[in-house]
C-alpha cells in the first residue's frame, strides 16, 4: 500500500490526502484525529506532514482543504504543550492524491522562481529625506514571509501616514474620535492627493467609500479581530489568500502613492508584464522534460545528472499545462505523466524528481526528502510551476 517513509498515505475515510512539510523536522511523532475520518500524521525528525482520509476527487479540491486540516493538527499538538511549528509554503514541493471514476492519481509538485530585474543605470543618490513611522511597517510588509502578516503591516502603514495626513480629533473629554469616523474623513483627504479609483476593483460612484468598505469593514475587521460571531481570517488560511492578496498590492500601491505625495519619496520600480513573461519563458518551457528517480540525494545546482549516485530514472511525457498556470502571479507549469505501474517497473520508489534542459542536465530538481511508494495508485503527475519575480516591485510572494 501507498506510504512515505513507512506513514500510510490512504486512510478509513477516503482515498484523498496530501504530503505536505513544515519548515522544521517534527520533534516527535504526530497523529490528530481532525475530523472524521481525516487524520494527519508526521514522524520525529521528519519535515513530511501527512493528511490522508480526505473524500475530496480532484487536486484542487484536496489542496483547498489538506492545509487547513495540517494547520489544526499543529494547533492541537502546540495546545498539548510540544513544539510549535509552522507548514511550509505549500505551493512549493508537495504531493496530492486523490480518487476518480477513471481510477486514483497522484500529483507530486514543485515550484522554480525565475527572478526577473528590469535594470537601468545608475542614478545619484536622492537628497536628504525626512524618516516617518509608516515606513518602519511598510518595510516590515517587505521582509516578513507570511502574507496576513504582510497585509496587517501594509494596513499599519496606511493608518499612519494617514492620521499624518488627516490626524485623530480629540474631544473635549479627551477620548480620541471612532476609528471609522476618523478613516472615513482620511480617505476623503487623500482623496486629494491620489485617485482613489486606482485601488479599488471595478466602477464606483463614491471610491473613499469603496476603500473603506473593503480594506477597514471587509479585510482589516477579519485579520485583526477573533471574536465569535464575526467574520475571521485566521493565519494561514487558504481559502481566502487571492483576495488578501490582491488588496496588499492594491492598499501597498495607496501607501506608496500617498508617501511620494506626502513625504517626498519614491519608490523606483520597474516589471515585467504578463504577456513580457510568457514570451521570454514558453520557449524554455517547451524544451524542459520531467524524470523521477530513486535517488535519495537532495539536489543542488552542483547536480549536473538526474542521479549523482547513478540510481535508476523514469522520463515522463512532459507538456506544456497551462490549465495550472496562475498568470496573475507570472506563474507557468509544465506536467509530466506516466503509469504507475510503468515506473515501478524499474524503480521502486520515488524520492525526487527533475526538470532538464536542452542539453539534458537538471536545471531543477525537488527532492521529497525521503521514499515515496507509489503502490496502489494507477497515474502519476508530476507538476512543475515556473514563477518570476518582479525583484524590482513590492513583494507579492509569501511562503504562509
Not at 481510477?103 to 507530486?108: E, I, M, P, Q
Not at 549516485?309 to 496562475?326: N, Q
Request: hydrophobic share 40%; aromatic share 6%.
Amino acid at each position: 500500500m501507498a506510504d512515505f517513509e513507512g506513514i500510510p498515505l490512504r486512510g478509513i475515510g477516503g482515498s484523498g490526502g496530501a504530503l505536505l512539510y513544515l519548515r522544521e523536522s517534527a520533534e516527535s511523532d504526530i497523529v490528530e484525529n481532525v475530523a472524521s475520518g481525516v487524520e494527519v500524521q508526521a514522524l520525529g525528525g521528519s519535515r513530511a506532514i501527512v493528511v490522508r482520509g480526505l473524500t475530496e476527487n480532484s487536486y484542487e479540491e484536496v489542496m483547498s482543504v489538506a492545509p487547513e486540516y495540517a494547520n489544526q493538527a499543529l494547533d492541537l499538538i502546540s495546545m498539548g504543550g510540544r513544539p510549535a511549528t509552522v507548514l511550509a509554503d505549500v505551493r512549493k514541493t508537495h504531493v496530492a492524491w486523490w480518487e476518480t471514476e477513471e481510477g486514483s492519481t497522484v500529483r507530486l509538485s514543485g515550484a522554480a522562481k525565475l527572478m526577473i530585474g528590469m535594470g537601468g543605470a545608475a542614478v545619484e543618490a536622492p537628497p536628504m529625506r525626512s524618516w516617518h513611522a509608516s515606513m518602519r511597517y511598510f518595510r516590515m510588509s517587505q521582509t516578513t514571509d507570511d502574507l496576513y502578516d504582510a497585509f496587517r503591516n501594509v494596513y499599519l502603514a496606511l493608518e499612519s501616514l494617514l492620521s499624518r495626513i488627516e490626524p485623530v480629533r480629540v474631544g473635549a473629554k479627551g477620548n480620541p474620535e471612532a476609528e471609522r469616523t476618523w478613516l472615513k474623513r482620511a480617505l476623503s483627504a487623500a482623496s486629494s492627493l491620489v485617485n482613489l479609483s486606482n485601488y479599488v476593483i471595478g466602477e464606483t460612484a463614491n471610491p473613499a467609500d469603496a476603500v473603506f468598505s473593503e480594506l477597514y469593514e471587509q479585510i482589516r475587521t477579519s485579520i485583526f479581530h477573533a471574536k465569535n460571531g464575526r467574520p475571521v481570517l485566521l493565519p494561514q488560511d487558504q481559502a481566502h489568500r487571492k483576495t488578501v492578496a490582491a488588496a496588499k498590492e492594491r492598499y501597498t500601491r495607496l501607501y506608496l502613492d500617498l508617501a511620494t505625495k506626502e513625504l517626498d519619496v519614491v519608490f523606483t520600480s520597474g516589471a515585467i508584464t504578463t504577456a513580457g513573461f510568457s514570451i521570454l519563458v514558453e520557449p524554455a518551457l517547451a524544451q524542459l522534460r520531467l524524470y523521477v528517480t530513486d535517488d535519495p540525494g537532495t539536489g543542488g545546482e552542483a547536480d549536473t545528472a538526474i542521479s549523482p549516485a547513478d540510481c535508476a530514472s523514469v522520463a515522463l511525457v512532459t507538456r506544456r499545462a497551462a490549465h495550472l498556470d496562475r498568470p496573475e502571479e507570472l506563474a507557468l507549469a509544465v506536467v509530466g505523466e506516466a503509469d504507475v505501474a510503468t515506473v515501478q517497473e524499474v524503480i521502486p520508489h520515488i524520492a525526487r524528481f527533475c526538470a532538464t534542459g536542452p542539453t539534458g542536465e537538471p536545471v531543477h530538481i525537488e527532492s521529497l526528502e525521503g521514499k515515496l511508494n507509489l503502490s496502489g495508485f494507477a497515474m502519476l503527475e508530476c507538476a512543475l510551476i515556473v514563477q518570476g519575480v518582479n525583484v524590482e516591485l513590492p513583494k507579492a510572494s509569501y511562503g504562509t
